[in-house]
């Protein structure tokens, strides 16, 4: 059922079952493979909008490639309880902006000082 807004539209047998088989298709997808669709405007129509591709890996290539790589440094040890103090620092700053925000908006001379 449409609406002035969005009238309805045809759909046909091949579009009603991309949308039907989306959810199945990516969820069966094996490594290295990946599908999505296109959108098109009114001045360049595509026709084929949905694909489903694959990335095509030198496997001999990169297992020697992967040979050479170095383990990365140390930079710094980090704790569960950094992250812990890190996040709760963020989320007291982030209340301060709000507060001193709404300040600010609660002062402005002439306005009505309400807040939506």
């Given at each position: 059922?449409?609406?002035?807004?969005?009238?309805?539209?045809?759909?046909?047998?091949?579009?009603?079952?991309?949308?039907?088989?989306?959810g199945?298709?990516?969820?069966?997808?094996?490594?290295?493979?990946?599908?999505?669709?296109?959108?098109?405007?009114p001045?360049?129509?595509?026709?084929?909008?949905?694909?489903?591709?694959?990335?095509?890996?030198?496997?001999?290539?990169?297992?020697?490639?992967?040979?050479?790589?170095?383990?990365?440094p140390?930079?710094?040890?980090?704790?569960?309880?950094?992250i812990?103090h890190?996040?709760?620092q963020?989320?007291?700053d982030?209340?301060?902006?709000?507060?001193?925000?709404?300040?600010?908006?609660?002062n402005?001379?002439?306005?009505?000082?309400?807040?939506?």
């Amino acid at each position: 059922m449409g609406n002035a807004a969005y009238p309805r539209q045809p759909i046909d047998s091949l579009s009603r079952y991309a949308c039907a088989n989306k959810g199945a298709k990516i969820a069966g997808l094996s490594s290295g493979e990946f599908v999505g669709m296109v959108a098109d405007d009114p001045d360049h129509k595509i026709k084929l909008k949905t694909f489903h591709a694959a990335i095509m890996n030198d496997r001999e290539s990169l297992q020697k490639e992967q040979v050479q790589y170095k383990p990365l440094p140390e930079v710094a040890r980090v704790t569960q309880e950094d992250i812990m103090h890190n996040y709760f620092q963020i989320r007291q700053d982030i209340s301060l902006l709000i507060e001193n925000e709404i300040e600010l908006l609660l002062n402005i001379p002439g306005a009505d000082n309400t807040l939506y």
